[in-house]
């Protein structure tokens, strides 16, 4: 493994590196659960501007989608600026219109050196570089890479020797070797949030604080779960800051951007209970007071460690539950049992913390009465919010594979279709029906939510803890969610 080190890269051409969020709308990934969903900076990109801000390159970042840029205006934006290189990061729903904007910024001009990483690129590295507006895809962690690519632009030759890329040398493509994980996490410099107008952001409707920001804590799951990806990106090692360096961020942002609450988007926090211990002694130490939520799974906590961590100001749990059918976690591989997200919640809820769960419909192998079964655990549990969306396979998921032995995929015609990467698709299990499946979703939305104490623990909890800006955009949207999904006709395509 490796480390950062400022002084390998400082040296050379300082360069114009131009980072761009291309456009996109909200509800194109949360359909209709849009105006209660989070729009949240994106911190793979923050670290890489942060890493290549701290060796001296000059940087702008774009993000059109909370901006609303279209590409018409992201165009002039590239004019105006000229970068020497222009980066994007590509997630599954995004790899389309990251090369529209590599295609933007090479017709502007033929020189300008394009370059993808990002989770999509990282899992399907042949199709990204085939694309031939692409010059240079980064595979896995970015700092290092980056910063490296940028002292070597001009070295053709010297590109063959930075590990973690694949690039194109005269037409064809040259892959590099991967690139070792980041060892020393510290090493890292911080994710540069101040580059992102931190007004335009917001996270999802549970989440509580004036000012909420993200923040990373470690990254890497040791578990295996069929849907996810996360170990496709940082495998299966669990790395993670110093308690020093976690608090010195907190302090920064608290002073910086004037937070008042954090939301830790580690895949699982708790992962290392004794990291936990130690940040959260750290975190009431420091003496400064916020608020703070976190994932993890119901079986990596334990009720000293809940009480620990509600007394360093942590107020909401978020877990993956998934199903209320022990089959179905099994398919799912969560190494989890019914059981144990019962008393997880519970232990939780009897820490004081409140308790938040996905769920997932329309699971392989899912009957109707499995996905009762779901809403069934879901309203019973002492769970504070639950969503319930539909799976969507993502391909280089184990679970794609199972999507295609059981089930079909069909279009916005409900015509089936061959899955590609490209169009607009959705799955649908052996013997269900799409729409009776959404309407599931809507039911279980009803059943969860639409009951006098949840409805009053959700007023409460937002009129103390939200500005009054989100407070009435939550209101309207929850308002319009319930009428809609009862009257609209399904929209495929839609997840909620
Ligand atoms: C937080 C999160 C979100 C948040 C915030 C997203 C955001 N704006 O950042 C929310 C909830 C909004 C979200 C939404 C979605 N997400 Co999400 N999300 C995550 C999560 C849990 C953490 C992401 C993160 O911050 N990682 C930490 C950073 C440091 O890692 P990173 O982003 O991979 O970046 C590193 C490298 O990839 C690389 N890199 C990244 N970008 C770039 C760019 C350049 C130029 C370079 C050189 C390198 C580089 O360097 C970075 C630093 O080392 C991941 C799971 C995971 N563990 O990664 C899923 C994940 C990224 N999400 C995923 C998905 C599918 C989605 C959705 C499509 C879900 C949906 N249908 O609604 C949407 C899409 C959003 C969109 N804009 O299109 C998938 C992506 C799979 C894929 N093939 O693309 C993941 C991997 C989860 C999974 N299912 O397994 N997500
Ligand atoms: S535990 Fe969470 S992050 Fe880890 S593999 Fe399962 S779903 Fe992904």
Same mark, same amino acid.
């Given at each position: 493994?490796?480390?950062?080190?400022?002084?390998?890269?400082?040296?050379?051409?300082?360069?114009?590196?131009?980072?761009?969020?291309?456009?996109?709308?909200?509800?194109?990934?949360?359909?209709?659960?849009?105006?209660?969903?989070?729009?949240?900076?994106?911190?793979?990109?923050?670290?890489?501007?942060?890493?290549?801000?701290?060796?001296?390159?000059?940087?702008?970042?774009?993000?059109?989608?909370?901006?609303?840029?279209?590409?018409?205006?992201?165009?002039?934006?590239?004019?105006?600026?000229?970068?020497?290189? +222009?980066?994007?990061?590509?997630?599954?729903?995004?790899?389309?219109?990251?090369?529209?904007?590599?295609?933007?910024?090479?017709?502007?001009?033929?020189?300008?050196?394009?370059?993808?990483?990002?989770?999509?690129?990282?899992?399907?590295?042949?199709?990204?570089?085939?694309?031939?507006?692409?010059?240079?895809?980064?595979?896995?962690?970015?700092?290092?890479?980056?910063?490296? +690519?940028?002292?070597?632009?001009?070295?053709?030759?010297?590109?063959?020797?930075?590990?973690?890329?694949?690039?194109?040398?005269?037409?064809?493509?040259?892959?590099?070797?991967?690139?070792?994980?980041?060892?020393?996490?510290?090493?890292?410099?911080?994710?540069?949030?101040?580059?992102?107008?931190?007004?335009?952001?917001?996270?999802?409707?549970?989440?509580?604080?004036?000012?909420?920001?993200?923040?990373?804590?470690?990254?890497?799951?040791?578990?295996?779960?069929?849907?996810?990806?996360?170990?496709?990106?940082?495998?299966?090692?669990?790395?993670?800051?110093?308690?020093?360096?976690?608090?010195?961020?907190?302090?920064?942002?608290?002073?910086?951007?004037?937070?008042?609450?954090?939301?830790?988007?580690?895949?699982?926090?708790?992962?290392?209970?004794?990291?936990?211990?130690?940040?959260?002694?750290?975190?009431?130490?420091?003496?400064?007071?916020?608020?703070?939520?976190?994932?993890?799974?119901?079986?990596?906590?334990?009720?000293?460690?809940?009480?620990?961590?509600?007394?360093?100001?942590?107020?909401?749990?978020?877990?993956?539950?998934?199903?209320?059918?022990?089959?179905?976690?099994?398919?799912?591989?969560?190494?989890?049992?019914?059981?144990?997200?019962?008393?997880?919640?519970?232990?939780?809820?009897?820490?004081?913390?409140?308790?938040?769960?996905?769920?997932?419909?329309?699971?392989?192998?899912?009957?109707?009465?499995?996905?009762?079964?779901?809403?069934?655990?879901?309203?019973?549990?002492?769970?504070?919010?639950?969503?319930?969306?539909?799976?969507?396979?993502?391909?280089?998921?184990?679970?794609?594979?199972?999507?295609?032995?059981?089930?079909?995929?069909?279009?916005?015609?409900?015509?089936?279709?061959?899955?590609?990467?490209?169009?607009?698709?959705?799955?649908?299990?052996?013997?269900?029906?799409?729409?009776?499946?959404?309407?599931?979703?809507?039911?279980?939305?009803?059943?969860?939510?639409?009951?006098?104490?949840?409805?009053?623990?959700?007023?409460?909890?937002?009129?103390?803890?939200?500005?009054?800006?989100?407070?009435?955009?939550?209101?309207?949207?929850?308002?319009?969610?319930?009428?809609?999904?009862?009257?609209?006709?399904?929209?495929?395509?839609?997840?909620?």
């Amino acid at each position: 493994m490796s480390n950062f080190n400022l002084e390998n890269y400082s040296s050379g051409e300082k360069r114009k590196v131009l980072f761009v969020v291309p456009p996109q709308h909200i509800e194109e990934y949360y359909g209709r659960l849009a105006s209660v969903g989070a729009r949240l900076p994106w911190m793979g990109m923050a670290y890489v501007i942060g890493a290549v801000q701290a060796v001296g390159h000059e940087v702008k970042l774009v993000d059109c989608e909370v901006e609303s840029v279209d590409f018409n205006e992201l165009k002039e934006i590239i004019k105006d600026f000229s970068p020497d290189v +222009i980066c994007a990061s590509a997630v599954i729903t995004n790899v389309d219109r990251c090369l529209r904007t590599m295609q933007i910024a090479k017709d502007i001009s033929s020189d300008v050196i394009t370059v993808l990483g990002g989770p999509q690129v990282t899992i399907f590295p042949e199709q990204v570089i085939a694309e031939k507006s692409v010059d240079i895809i980064v595979i896995g962690e970015g700092e290092i890479t980056m910063c490296e +690519i940028l002292l070597h632009l001009d070295e053709i030759n010297r590109l063959e020797q930075i590990q973690g890329i694949w690039f194109k040398k005269n037409g064809n493509i040259v892959k590099n070797q991967g690139k070792e994980l980041i060892e020393d996490m510290d090493s890292i410099p911080f994710p540069a949030l101040g580059m992102y107008n931190m007004d335009n952001y917001y996270p999802a409707a549970y989440i509580w604080g004036k000012k909420v920001l993200p923040i990373l804590s470690a990254r890497g799951c040791a578990f295996e779960c069929r849907f996810c990806e996360a170990r496709l990106i940082f495998q299966r090692k669990f790395r993670f800051h110093s308690a020093d360096r976690v608090v010195s961020e907190i302090n920064n942002l608290i002073d910086v951007h004037r937070a008042d609450s954090f939301q830790f988007m580690d895949d699982i926090f708790t992962l290392n209970k004794n990291r936990v211990y130690e940040l959260c002694s750290k975190i009431i130490e420091n003496g400064r007071k916020f608020k703070w939520s976190c994932f993890t799974r119901t079986d990596c906590i334990e009720p000293e460690l809940l009480l620990k961590m509600k007394e360093a100001g942590c107020y909401l749990i978020c877990f993956g539950c998934e199903s209320g059918d022990q089959k179905l976690l099994d398919l799912l591989n969560k190494k989890l049992t019914i059981e144990k997200n019962c008393e997880g919640i519970k232990m939780t809820k009897k820490a004081g913390i409140r308790a938040f769960s996905t769920f997932m419909l329309g699971l392989p192998t899912e009957t109707e009465e499995m996905t009762m079964k779901t809403i069934d655990f879901a309203v019973k549990s002492s769970l504070d919010y639950a969503i319930f969306p539909i799976l969507e396979p993502y391909p280089g998921t184990e679970i794609y594979e199972d999507a295609l032995k059981m089930g079909y995929f069909i279009n916005e015609d409900g015509k089936k279709v061959v899955p590609n990467c490209k169009d607009k698709k959705i799955w649908v299990p052996d013997g269900r029906d799409r729409k009776e499946i959404e309407k599931k979703g809507y039911i279980a939305m009803k059943k969860f939510y639409l009951r006098p104490h949840i409805i009053c623990s959700l007023a409460i909890g937002m009129l103390r803890n939200l500005p009054l800006k989100r407070l009435v955009r939550l209101f309207y949207g929850g308002i319009s969610y319930f009428i809609t999904a009862r009257f609209e006709k399904v929209k495929y395509g839609t997840r909620y």
